[in-house]
Nanobody, 122 residues
Framework: HVQLVESGGGSFQAGGSLTLTCVIS????????MGWFRQGLGMQREGVAA???????SVADSLRGRVTISLSNTKDVLNLRMFFLEPEDTAMYYC?????????????????WGQGTQVTVS
């Protein structure tokens, strides 16, 4: 079965940067959407960045210029890099995947989710 395991969370200083990693296993599809989402305390889950098998990359407007998303050539490691961290970036960060493509940043479309990794910025 499909498993997504995130890592890289922790406590960070404002102005710094981070790299989150999602290892994906049990996934076998030529078409896909993969993305990073986050959920702050008491807030709705929101999309951070996503990419799909036709080469489309989506980044939340509010984060444009501060995040990059990348997928390994083996298509089993999804990375998120975030720069110039702000306290407002504090949230649980989730990795998600789906066999359909062009799903973008809409969380409810994704079928597979990791458990999340907590990011705290102060």
């Amino acid at each position: 079965h499909v498993q997504l395991v995130e890592s890289g969370g922790g406590s960070f200083q404002a102005g710094g940067s981070l790299t989150l990693t999602c290892v994906i296993s049990g996934y076998n599809s030529d078409t896909f959407s993969m993305g990073w989402f986050r959920q702050g305390l008491g807030m709705q889950r929101e999309g951070v960045a996503a990419l799909d098998s036709d080469g489309t990359t989506s980044v939340a407007d509010s984060l444009r210029g501060r995040v990059t998303i990348s997928l390994s050539n083996t298509k089993d490691v999804l990375n998120l890099r975030m720069f110039f961290l702000e306290p407002e970036d504090t949230a649980m960060y989730y990795c998600a995947a789906d066999r359909r493509y062009t799903l973008g940043l809409t969380a409810r479309y994704y079928d597979y989710w990791g458990q999340g990794t907590q990011v705290t910025v102060s």
